[in-house]
């Protein structure tokens, strides 16, 4: 997750609006519908496996993915970021 919001810190930032009794997700100031897929927990530290899944998906035009990713990914050491690939 700090990997894609520091890749995000250049556009708008997402948010929720209400509107009535619904929440709506804007995106670049836009209405975003998201097109997901979940992984299983383990999955998202297997690189190899993330990225021919996110491959095919984005492929069959998927627009998000939903993936836990622990501590140990994004600070392998403390202090130091492991952070390498831009998820946007």
Not at 17 to 27: C, H, N, P, S, Y
Request: aromatic share 8%.
């Amino acid at each position: 997750m700090l990997c894609l919001l520091c890749s995000l810190s250049a556009f708008t930032q997402p948010r929720l609006e209400k509107q009535g009794d619904a929440t709506r997700l804007i995106v670049d100031d836009k209405l975003f519908l998201m097109l997901a897929g979940e992984v299983n927990n383990s999955s998202g530290s297997n690189i190899g496996h993330m990225e021919r899944t996110m491959k095919a998906w984005k492929e069959s035009g998927f627009n998000s993915v939903l993936v836990s990713v622990s501590w140990e990914i994004v600070e392998p050491q403390e202090g130091s970021s492991g952070c390498k690939y831009n998820f946007v």
